[in-house]
């Protein structure tokens, strides 16, 4: 079956703009994650969606935000583009608990982003 | 979170066995143990988790302490293409879903042919 698919792969941006990612999880995946990485900080959590809801939030500034479309789909922005945000942000997803989750996260590929 | 601790970095050779150590004294009695690899430019992989009894699965088995305060993933063949990030994680599950999930620095595995 088809993985978690996200796009773009890869984008350039400059400072004070604005991004938008998307992420197509598993099919039958309710719940989607976001994660940032970086080479100094690592993999940091950003946020999680479940039916349409944001259900965990990392540490991290409003700037950043995410939704979830009936669908499943999850798209995330970015505003106000820093320099500090290039990074590779990775998407995953999930099957609920109730449906026998064994928690297991499968991963996207990821975007990867640059501000220049 | 807890917090879980490993080396940073290990290395092994084609063909035997490698054993990733992960430590987690403060994991508390609803914490899964997950790990997870990351290979070169790809997204991070699941390998396997447990809570407390040893588990076995196509790709690894991951031995867990009895006060549970550390845990150990073995690889029993190592192939190249085990080279990887291997992160050790907490997951806590009280309270229904959690899919936060706190990644440390990892243990870089190096296999040399």
């Known amino acids: 079956k088809a993985g978690v698919t996200q796009t773009p792969r890869y984008l350039i941006k400059t400072r004070g703009q604005q991004v938008t990612l998307s992420c197509s999880p598993i099919s039958g995946h309710r719940s989607v994650s976001w994660y940032q990485q970086t080479p100094g900080q690592g993999l940091q959590f950003l946020f999680e969606?479940?039916?349409?809801?944001?259900?965990n939030k990392g540490n991290f500034p409003g700037r950043f935000s995410g939704r979830q479309f009936s669908n499943s789909r999850s798209e995330m922005n970015v505003s106000t583009l820093e320099l500090g945000d290039s990074a590779l942000y990775l998407c995953a997803s999930s099957f609920p608990l109730d449906r026998g989750d064994t928690g297991e996260l499968f991963f996207g590929e990821g975007s990867r982003l640059t501000v220049l | 979170d807890a917090k879980t601790t490993q080396p940073n970095s290990m290395e092994s050779n084609e063909e035997e066995p490698v054993h990733l150590p992960c430590n987690h004294s403060t994991i508390s009695g609803t914490d899964y143990i997950h790990w997870y690899r990351q290979l070169p430019s790809q997204g991070p992989e699941y390998v396997i988790h447990?809570?407390?009894s040893n588990v076995n699965n196509r790709m690894a088995s991951l031995a867990i302490a009895e006060d549970r305060k550390s845990s150990t993933l073995i690889l029993h063949r190592a192939t190249l293409r085990d080279a990887a990030v291997y992160y050790c994680?907490?997951?806590?599950?009280?309270?229904?879903?959690?899919?936060?999930?706190?990644f440390g620095k990892g243990t870089l595995l190096t296999v040399n042919p």
């Open positions: 447990g809570l407390t």
């Open positions: 969606y479940f039916s349409e809801t944001q259900r």
């Open positions: 994680i907490l997951r806590d599950s009280s309270g229904g879903s959690n899919y936060k999930l706190t």
